[in-house]
């Protein structure tokens, strides 16, 4: 079987599903998919097994393949949320996964100030100095801001030493990711959120629980509130 095809498949039937093209309720057959996709039945099968893993659709015999309610999808799974990012529910996504991340970063940044080891706590310095020089030159848009960024924001879920915490790296990654193909990421990053990245960095160096979690939360709300508030999402 093709893997470009396969995916292409999945990501076709994810995404008019994800959109509401294909609302809830709707009944789908491998022989529509088939004809619809260009796909061999194989292909189709595979499809529809992802997006059952997903829980966006279930086959039942003599029923066919069903589009299950929104509210039963796994909220956390990257294909979904990249289907969401594209789709007209992009702004409700971007402020499901900023809500997430208020309420679960600012702890993880208190627990790594806690439990980091010396070589996390230098890496976070690290990738923080980075993300200030890149801002600083305007490359705030940059695929190279963007890695650095990502990676900071998930070494802190993943030193917190929590894996509950450390298990939302996924889709903490997928929205950043998906912010920067849909051209939502600013050249000059809002003010103050390098500085909040560099002083949560400087509270978990000194192991200080409570700054780590102060300055998180600071940053995440100043977020929060600009997509609240526009529809775009800084860093």
Same mark, same amino acid.
């Given at each position: ?6 995916d292409?498949?999945?990501?076709d &039937?994810g995404?008019?599903?994800a959109s509401?093209?294909? *609302? *809830?309720?709707s009944?789908?057959? &491998?022989?529509? =998919? ?10 189709a099968?595979e499809a529809?097994r992802v997006?059952?893993? =997903? ?6 015999r @003599?029923v066919?393949i069903?589009?299950? *309610? ?7 799974s990257p ?6 990012l594209?789709?007209?529910? @992009? ?11 208020v309420a ?7 627990? %790594?100030?806690?439990? $980091?080891?010396?070589?996390?706590r230098?890496? /976070?310095r @690290?990738l923080a100095?980075?993300?200030h020089e890149l801002g600083?030159?305007g490359?705030?848009a940059?695929?190279?801001f963007l890695?650095?960024?990502v990676a ?5 879920l ?6 509950? /915490?450390?298990a &939302?790296?996924?889709?903490v990654?997928e929205? /950043? ?11 000059v990053?809002? *003010?103050?959120?390098?500085e909040?990245?560099a002083?949560?960095a400087d509270a978990? %160096?000194?192991?200080?629980? $409570?700054?780590a979690?102060? #300055?998180?939360?600071?940053?995440m #709300?100043?977020v929060?509130d600009?997509i609240?508030?526009?529809?775009s999402l800084?860093?």
């Amino acid at each position: 079987m093709s893997r470009s095809i396969h995916d292409g498949v999945v990501d076709d &039937l994810g995404e008019r599903i994800a959109s509401g093209a294909l *609302p *809830p309720g709707s009944i789908l057959t &491998l022989a529509r =998919i088939e004809d619809e996709c260009a796909a061999s039945r194989t292909v189709a099968r595979e499809a529809i097994r992802v997006l059952e893993s =997903i829980g966006m659709v279930m086959s039942r015999r @003599r029923v066919g393949i069903t589009v299950r *309610p929104r509210e039963e999808w796994d909220a956390f799974s990257p294909q979904l949320i990249e289907w969401n990012l594209r789709g007209p529910f @992009r702004q409700q996504q971007l402020e499901a996964l900023m809500e997430l991340r208020v309420a679960v970063e600012p702890m993880a940044a208190r627990l %790594t100030a806690q439990r $980091a080891s010396p070589g996390q706590r230098a890496e /976070l310095r @690290r990738l923080a100095q980075a993300l200030h020089e890149l801002g600083a030159k305007g490359h705030g848009a940059s695929d190279e801001f963007l890695e650095v960024d990502v990676a900071f924001h998930l070494l802190l879920l993943r030193a917190s030493g929590n894996p509950q /915490l450390a298990a &939302l790296t996924r889709p903490v990654e997928e929205v /950043l990711r998906g912010r920067s193909r849909l051209g939502l990421t600013p050249s000059v990053p809002a *003010p103050g959120t390098l500085e909040e990245h560099a002083a949560v960095a400087d509270a978990v %160096t000194s192991g200080d629980s $409570a700054l780590a979690e102060h #300055h998180s939360r600071t940053h995440m #709300h100043t977020v929060w509130d600009e997509i609240q508030n526009d529809g775009s999402l800084s860093v």
